[in-house]
């Protein structure tokens, strides 16, 4: 399965982008689908999963302000970002896994396949 995530840019605090994560190889209807992200010096870290029964999850910073979503007749998952924070500055990745279980999904190493990454930008 190759991940290519899209959609990051520069956008004031506040403000709204849509990440996509489009897959291919493999359609990836029976795969959790998650995103992480990484800012500057701090180590990855859970936004939000969605499941492959399309039931999401989400990090306790981003509850109600992100929004995820997966299109399985187009291969892709999606984030919504809305009422974006300068603390939402990183790079967002997306990433699938075949196997997880509700205790895996916020963690990193569940998952074996990576997109490359996209860079999300909020100035104050």
């Known amino acids: 399965v190759q991940l290519q995530a899209s959609g990051g840019g520069l956008v004031q605090a506040g403000g709204s982008l849509r990440l996509s994560c489009a897959a291919s190889?493999?359609?990836?209807?029976?795969?959790?689908l998650g995103w992480f992200r990484q800012a500057p010096g701090k180590e990855r870290e859970p936004v939000s999963v969605?499941?492959?029964?399309?039931?999401?999850f989400y990090a306790d910073s981003v509850k109600g302000r992100f929004t995820i979503s997966r299109d399985n007749a187009r291969n892709t998952v999606y984030l919504q970002m809305d009422s974006l924070k300068p603390d939402d500055t990183a790079v967002y990745y997306c990433?699938?896994?075949?196997?997880?279980?509700?205790?895996?999904?916020?963690?990193?190493?569940?998952?074996?396949?990576w997109g490359q990454g996209t860079l999300v930008t909020v100035s104050s």
């Open positions: 969605i499941n492959r029964d399309s039931r999401p």
């Open positions: 190889g493999r359609a990836v209807r029976r795969y959790g």
């Open positions: 990433a699938a896994d075949r196997q997880l279980i509700v205790s895996s999904y916020f963690n990193p190493e569940a998952y074996h396949y």
